[in-house]
């Protein structure tokens, strides 16, 4: 080993040690989680926006590729490191959440803070490839980008919202991606980072003061808070302690069900943290 990957090795040994102590005390599970997948260093980059699965693999996006993995994170199937290629003319830099259904993946794309093309792209699942498909939503529904797209294959739609200020959800045809029908809230979420579908419901994973997760009724707008996913809350600095991203739903062997994407504490790591089903009253 020569000097400068010792020196390499000994940094990220060093920021991977505060990074753990900071991701305990941060990271304090309201609702525990059973098992954790995580990634460091480059790797993070790869996992580091949204999740979802095909039942078979974990589907990741990091700000400008996809990437899938097998279940056991171990082993990368499929890789896309151009996902934005197509989108230059929009200026598109950056992935948030993803969703499946159908063969396909269903992206969300943003254009940084300019906010003037939010996007929705779909992906081949197989090959990760863009299909030549997407849809420019109107900024007049999609204000502040596109932060993340989950997909409902039970009613024939894929939905959006505004990452803040999101008192309402917005439905489009998984088919010809036109709109539908507006869902109205009944009362803001803050800082939706990703969501997905189970048991007719939206399981909504978000960025707010202690990353919730909610459970969001698609016929009424009523919602509720299922769990946590850390203690501390800031106050002075946004994303201090880390950062909420996607989730998406799988059964596993092992009992558990939601396995929802977090950024650690100093962004040199992620975590796919998995979640068994949540006893509710």
């Known amino acids: 080993m020569n000097k400068i990957t010792q020196i390499i090795s000994i940094v990220m040994a060093f920021f991977m040690t505060v990074s753990a102590s900071l991701n305990s005390l941060f990271n304090g599970d309201i609702y525990p989680f059973d098992s954790n997948t995580k990634t460091v260093g480059l790797e993070t980059l790869t996992r580091s926006q949204g999740v979802t699965t095909?039942?078979?693999?974990?589907?990741?996006?990091?700000?400008?590729?996809?990437?899938?993995?097998?279940?056991?994170?171990?082993?990368?199937?499929?890789?896309?490191?151009?996902?934005?290629?197509?989108?230059?003319?929009?200026?598109?830099?950056?992935?948030?959440?993803?969703?499946?259904?159908?063969?396909?993946?269903?992206?969300?794309?943003?254009?940084?803070?300019?906010?003037?093309?939010p996007i929705v792209a779909i992906y081949d699942a197989e090959t990760l490839e863009f299909t030549g498909k997407y849809k420019v939503v109107s900024t007049d529904i999609l204000f502040r980008g596109c932060p993340w797209v989950c997909c409902d294959g039970e009613r024939g739609v894929f939905y959006v919202g505004n990452s803040r200020a999101c008192t309402e959800l917005y439905a489009f045809s998984l088919d010809s991606m036109e709109y539908v029908r507006t869902i109205a809230l009944e009362s803001e979420i803050e800082k939706i980072q990703g969501a997905e579908m189970y048991e007719g419901y939206m399981i909504a994973a978000t960025n707010d003061a202690t990353r919730a997760v909610y459970k969001v009724d698609m016929e009424t707008g009523n919602y509720t808070k299922m769990f946590d996913r850390i203690m501390y809350e800031p106050k002075l600095i946004d994303n201090f302690g880390g950062e909420g991203e996607d989730i998406t739903v799988l059964q596993m062997e092992d009992g558990t069900l939601f396995h929802a994407l977090d950024i650690g504490a100093l962004f040199i790591d992620s975590n796919l943290r998995h979640y068994k089903p949540i006893e509710e009253n």
Request: hydrophobic letters at 30%.
């Open 54 to 117: 095909d039942g078979k693999s974990w589907i990741f996006s990091g700000n400008k590729q996809l990437t899938k993995v097998s279940l056991d994170g171990e082993t990368t199937i499929a890789a896309n490191k151009k996902a934005l290629q197509d989108f230059g003319q929009y200026g598109s830099d950056h992935i948030g959440g993803i969703s499946y259904y159908d063969g396909k993946i269903y992206a969300s794309i943003e254009d940084g803070d300019s906010f003037s093309y």
